[in-house]
T-cell receptor
Framework: EAGVTQFPSHSVIEKGQTVTLRCDPI?????LYWYRRVMGKEIKFLLH????????ESGMPNNRFLAERTGGTYSTLKVQPAELEDSGVYFC???????????FGAGTRLSVL | QKEVEQNSGPLSVPEGAIASLNCTYS??????FFWYRQYSGKSPELIMS????GDKEDGRFTAQLNKASQYVSLLIRDSQPSDSATYLC???????????FGSGTRLLVRP
């Protein structure tokens, strides 16, 4: 069974540009989560999808961040326009419906210069 | 006060010793507790989950939970150099699926 896949693994962009991160969850997992770790800080929750619906987006920092999960399969997280403080590692996780066990991808390291 | 606190380490132990990793949390309604291991540049990997007070053992790993003291720990017996990694403590409340992480403890096992 393939794990959670994220790409790109690294992205380097300039301030003001747009970046789109992608996450492919484990097949059959209806729950999909985005988390972020900025330098020196703990991993923090961004949002949670159940299938294609946003269940909880309380962790999204501002309206420059847009997450989608069309069709309830893969998800994208777009940052537009990117700011310096958006730099960090963005993790995606997935779990079965009603399961608390979340499986993580390796993350996308985003550097905004 | 952080919601989940861990000593950042590094915690250095000799090969074969018991490594003891600790985590405290602030919210009494936290119900589910997880330990993840993360090697540099890799995905966090779940190694233990615990939901009720007491001990839970899985191979060389034992998780201990004390809800009254708001404390969860992870013991690694017969530590191996391959156990060297960052160990992340995470908690979840039943009202939400989101995990709240500590900043992680870096463990070094000396050969």
């Amino acid at each position: 069974e393939a794990g959670v896949t994220q790409f790109p693994s690294h992205s380097v962009i300039e301030k003001g540009q747009t970046v789109t991160l992608r996450c492919d969850p484990i097949s059959g997992h209806d729950n999909l989560y985005w988390y972020r770790r900025v330098m020196g800080k703990e991993i923090k929750f961004l949002l949670h999808f159940v299938k294609e619906s946003k269940q909880d987006e309380s962790g999204m920092p501002n309206n420059r961040f847009l997450a989608e999960r069309t069709g309830g399969t893969y998800s994208t997280l777009k940052v537009q326009p990117a700011e310096l403080e958006d730099s960090g590692v963005y993790f995606c996780a997935s779990s079965r419906l009603e399961s608390g066990i979340q499986y993580f991808g390796a993350g996308t390291r985003l550097s905004v210069l | 006060q952080k919601e989940v606190e861990q000593n950042s380490g590094p915690l250095s132990v000799p090969e074969g010793a018991i490594a003891s990793l600790n985590c405290t949390y602030s919210d009494r309604v936290s119900q589910s507790f997880f330990w993840y291991r993360q090697y540099s540049g890799k995905s966090p990997e779940l190694i233990m989950s615990i939901y009720s007070n007491g001990d839970k053992e899985d191979g060389r790993f034992t998780a201990q939970l004390n809800k009254a003291s708001q404390y969860v720990s992870l013991l690694i017996r017969d530590s191996q150099p391959s156990d060297s990694a960052t160990y992340l403590c995470a908690v979840r409340m039943d009202s939400s699926y989101k995990l709240i992480f500590g900043s992680g403890t870096r463990l070094l096992v000396r050969p």
